[in-house]
């Protein structure tokens, strides 16, 4: 069934606090796709203004961006 998608989750809020942002605020969708076209062990510039200026992509990282990206689409009808 789609239970798949719960245990993928895993650690809830783990993308913010690596990204250094409150759980309250949203993660833009633009420091996502950024993060996804960065090839890992890259130094990105954050191309928003939430969180720090430069990020580090690590594997977990993107990991943790794909799938938010990838679970955005599925509240949509």
Request: charged letters at 25%; proline letters at 6%; glycine letters at 8%.
């Amino acid at each position: 069934m789609a239970y798949f998608i719960q245990r993928a989750i895993g650690k809830k809020g783990a993308l913010h606090r690596q990204l250094g942002l409150p759980a309250s605020q949203r993660i833009p969708v633009t420091l996502l796709r950024a993060i996804k076209r960065a090839r890992i062990g890259t130094i990105i510039k954050n191309p928003t203004q939430a969180g720090p200026k430069y990020i580090k992509v690590t594997p977990l990282l993107k990991k943790r961006a794909v799938l938010a990206l990838t679970l955005r689409g599925f509240h949509r009808k």
